[in-house]
């Protein structure tokens, strides 16, 4: 079986000392993690995302744009760096961009600006987006609604709405869900509305080193244990791993030029 993790960071410090066994760990014996996709988070993280993906081009992918966390008074130049990378190389996705008001609304302005510039970026070179959104739906909607859906195709990452949030991202454009760990967790309700989405609605992604999925939940995440995903979905879904490792690789290939 063939699984995409469509969303990690597994080039951040956290894997400095283990990386060539946590790549080792993405072969196992009946599940094989064979494409990687890299979201950029700003421009303190692109040498290290580019030099991971040096490593092993085969399985890595990176992405290029600017976490709203990370937009900031600089905004302007940390987008002016984004766009240049864009210019000299291709990438896989605009991403990981979006709008984040969990933590700080002091540049929600900006954020919605950045987002904005991101998604015309998008459109301009006919990529997808990988959209972060946290407190944000409403504001990440009206924003999304300025562009005409038939140019907008993507994910919104880590999902972990109800179904009739999904149901309005599905009306903005061609987007999937990024369904990760959270589906693991006990009490996050998430496992029930899994079970009444479409599959072809849905791509695999872990967000490591964040929200490692049941039993190690609290923990270091990695790549490797999207197969923990995957077996959960399976589960609710009532369907073999295979039939969900098929569907999910065959929607995230079809999003991202790989």
Known sequence: MKLIDTHSHIYEDDFKEDIDEAIDRLEQEHIYIYKVLLPNVDSETIEKMHSLERKRPDLFHSMMGVHPSSIKANYK?????????????????????????????????????AFETQIGWAIEKDLPVVIHSRESFDTIHASLKKFDKKHLRGIFHSFAGDVETAEKIFSLGNFKLGINGIVTFKNSGLDKTVAQLPLEKIVLETDSPYLAPNPYRGKRNESAYLSLIARKIAEVKEQSMEKIAEITTKNALELFPL
């Open 77 to 113: 130049e940390e987008l002016e760096t984004a766009n240049k990378w864009l210019s000299s190389r291709e990438y896989c996705a605009i991403g990981e961009i979006g709008i984040d008001l969990y933590w700080d609304k002091t540049f929600v302005n900006e954020q919605i600006i």
